[in-house]
């Protein structure tokens, strides 16, 4: 425990510090580095020791470069590239291991690397384009903060007022009243938040827009834990990995941010969260 709360204290602040202060191409290495390591945990808790190095490297490399390309603005061209690189190297790795050159891999194997190369990166690049908006440091700090509160909100409504639990196989532990309070938590915090940055920005907030983005940024937050949760039921890890002792890896620590993250983007490029700005 002592270990688990040294490192918050140390990484939180370090990462509110980076998103908060400096440049946004400083969020963005940060971001690159999350995804790259969320895709490598990813291989090696599922790839069943298959996934051979040029598929494991192609798919680090995409993770890591397509948060860059969202922050560089290089649009849907970039991503068809990134996808069509990992696509075809590990069909390559997959073909010449079928000819016998090496250890048999399947389909599997090269889902496996367009999820971790692709999907992962795509979806915490939400993070990066946020934080490039007008006023992105606020909206980046929304979503980043939203999955917490969320999670918080779930974690003590469940142990307080839990009754009904058993609602999935996958997290048996967690009740009914544990997703409701994660719900309220997440649309609370949310206007809350809105209205304290408003004030401090001098920017009227968008409580439609606010509430919306608590709702179903808290959906997202909890359908994110499950999704993962799934994953090491499946394989029989307890966690990802170990980077942050105490914590896991950063695909225990951002598992939610990748739900969260895009519907939150969604959103706030729909229905504006400061009415003086035309997010």
Same mark, same amino acid.
Request: charged share 5%.
């Given at each position: 425990m002592a270990k688990r709360i040294l490192v918050a204290v140390i990484f939180v602040p370090l990462l509110l510090a980076v998103m908060l202060f400096l440049p946004s191409i400083a969020w963005t290495a940060v971001v690159c580095f999350i995804s790259a390591a969320a895709s490598y945990e990813l291989m090696r808790a599922t790839g069943e020791g298959g996934l051979n190095l040029p598929m494991q490297i192609v798919t680090v490399l995409s993770a890591a470069a397509l948060p860059l390309g969202s922050w560089a603005g290089l649009g849907t061209a970039y991503v068809n590239l990134?996808?069509?690189?990992?696509? #075809?190297?590990?069909?390559w790795c997959a073909i010449r291991a079928y000819?016998?050159?090496?250890?048999?891999?399947?389909?599997?194997?090269?889902?496996?690397?367009?999820?971790?190369?692709?999907?992962?990166?795509?979806?915490l690049a939400a993070l990066v384009e946020l934080r490039c908006m007008e006023y992105g440091k606020y909206l980046v700090l929304f979503a980043v903060l939203l999955t917490f509160v969320t999670d918080g909100g779930a974690y003590f409504a469940g142990m307080f007022l839990g009754r009904h639990r058993g609602v999935t196989k996958v997290s048996p532990n967690k009740s009914v009243e544990g997703y409701i309070g994660g719900f309220v938590s997440g649309i609370v915090f949310a206007v809350l938040y809105g209205l304290v940055v408003g004030e401090i920005a001098r920017?009227? #907030?968008?409580?439609?827009?606010? #509430?919306?983005?608590?709702?179903?940024?808290?959906?997202?937050?909890?359908?994110? $834990?499950?999704?993962?949760?799934?994953?090491?039921r499946q394989y029989g890890v307890k966690d990802f990995g170990n980077l942050l002792p105490g914590h896991g890896g950063m695909l225990d620590r951002f $598992?939610?941010?990748?739900?969260?993250?895009?519907?939150?983007?969604?959103?706030?490029?729909?229905?504006?969260?400061?009415?003086?700005?035309?997010?």
């Open positions: 990134c996808a069509f690189v990992v696509t #075809a190297v590990c069909f000819d016998g050159y090496s250890a048999p891999l399947g389909f599997f194997h090269v889902l496996v690397c367009l999820f971790g190369g692709v999907i992962i990166p795509l979806a920017m009227p #907030a968008n409580l439609l827009s606010l #509430a919306l983005c608590g709702l179903f940024g808290a959906l997202a937050t909890e359908v994110g $834990d499950l999704a993962f949760s799934f994953v090491k $598992d939610s941010m990748m739900f969260c993250g895009p519907v939150v983007l969604f959103i706030v490029q729909c229905l504006p969260v400061f009415l003086e700005a035309a997010l």
